[in-house]
């Protein structure tokens, strides 16, 4: 087969402890998913039904293991924020996947950030607008090296955490999600037939804020990794 333009290359994650690539489907993100963060954000953190937004795959900054990404300030923002994300990856094809079976989806984690234009999401917000403008933008989705669960098991509860310049911000256990990884597969899978490749970020703890050019920011999540970027 040709094309009439030539496709830009496959999306990619690195994976711990191989050569190969993770290639990227699509991008899922859960909204105000743990209690405090709902909190800070001015919202009832209630466990009504979990609402998804979407980030295109090419937004995903694959940074290598140990390493440190640059990450360019976006245009059209002067209130650049981070969030710190356990990020899920699906390894087969579901929909309607029961809780009880979810787990058999997950092909590995790792830390993401979901970085966001706030101010374009609030006035997104406040005229009842979709948020794309200010969560799916270029390199919005800087990620390190995915851990496979046939390393590492599933994972349940591990603390998270995210330092800017040296300085803890953010800090949390994936275990105060308010929706787990099984019922976010499940309530997904309802809406989207998930295929391998896809990724899932769950939500972030509280203490999200601004990042401006020059700043270091390093998240991680316990024996899952770590992602490191430079704001440039």
């Not at 190969?20 to 039904?49: I, K, L, Q, W």
């Not at 940074?63 to 245009?75: D, K």
Request: glycine share 10%; hydrophobic share 40%.
């Amino acid at each position: 087969m040709s094309y009439v333009i030539d496709p830009d290359p496959v999306p990619s994650l690195y994976v711990h402890g191989s050569p190969d690539r993770f290639a990227v489907r699509r991008v899922y993100c859960v909204g105000r998913n743990y209690a405090a963060h709902a909190r800070e954000m001015g919202s009832d953190p209630t466990r009504e039904a979990p609402f998804f937004f979407c980030k295109p795959a090419d937004a995903v900054l694959a940074v290598p293991e140990g390493q440190t990404a640059l990450l360019p300030y976006p245009g059209q923002t002067a209130d650049f924020h981070y969030e710190i994300e356990l990020v899920v990856a699906i390894a087969k094809a579901g929909i309607e996947i029961p809780a009880d079976r979810a787990d058999e989806y997950v092909w590995g984690y790792t830390a993401g950030l979901d970085m966001t234009r706030r101010d374009l999401q609030a006035q997104m917000k406040a005229k009842g607008r979709p948020w794309e403008i200010g969560k799916a933008f270029d390199h919005s989705a800087p990620m390190g090296a995915l851990y496979p669960v046939s390393k590492v098991g599933i994972r349940t509860g591990a603390p998270i955490y995210l330092d800017v310049n040296g300085v803890r911000k953010q800090s949390g256990n994936i275990d105060q999600m308010i929706w787990s990884v099984p019922e976010i597969i499940s309530q997904l899978s309802r809406y989207f037939e998930l295929r391998p490749g896809d990724l899932i970020m769950t939500g972030t703890p509280e203490g999200v804020g601004p990042a401006v050019k020059g700043d270091v920011l390093q998240g991680g999540i316990e024996g899952l990794g770590t992602v490191q970027v430079q704001v440039t």
